[in-house]
């Protein structure tokens, strides 16, 4: 009854910028803390970054200083600006909500997930 729907991936060349939407129904979305996972061919899945309800964030090192989590509870919507796009971000991006406090890096602490957008760029 949880839904998670994830827009906005696509083809974009290295440098370019994406900005994903992941919008959300049927759970009080102030309460629970949401993230981004990606995964590509052949890895384990990874954390994103994580936003808290009240707007606190933690962000993969890998990424950071180029994309950004935000989320708007009026909206019931959560965000994820990627700039400087390079081939290694190329994978599937999921949309997670947690009630619980998670663990950033845990994908089992997320019970709800969207069905995933893609993001290629190119080499």
């Known amino acids: 009854q949880v839904q998670l729907v994830e827009s906005g991936g696509g083809l974009v060349e290295p440098g370019g910028s994406l900005r994903l939407s992941c919008t959300t129904s049927?759970?009080?979305?102030?309460?629970?803390?949401m993230a981004w996972f990606r995964q590509a061919p052949g890895k384990e899945r990874e954390y994103v970054s994580v936003?808290?309800?009240?707007?606190?964030?933690i962000i993969n090192m890998s990424v950071k200083h180029r994309f950004t989590i935000s989320r708007d509870n009026n909206k019931n919507t959560v965000w994820l600006q990627m700039n400087s796009l390079a081939p290694e971000d190329t994978a599937r991006y999921f949309c997670?909500?947690?009630?619980?406090?998670?663990?950033?890096?845990?994908?089992?602490?997320?019970?709800?997930w969207g069905r995933g957008t893609q993001v290629t760029v190119p080499s």
């Open positions: 997670a909500a947690a009630l619980a406090e998670p663990t950033p890096n845990n994908p089992d602490d997320y019970p709800n």
């Open positions: 936003i808290t309800p009240g707007g606190g964030r």
């Open positions: 049927g759970h009080s979305n102030t309460l629970a803390s």
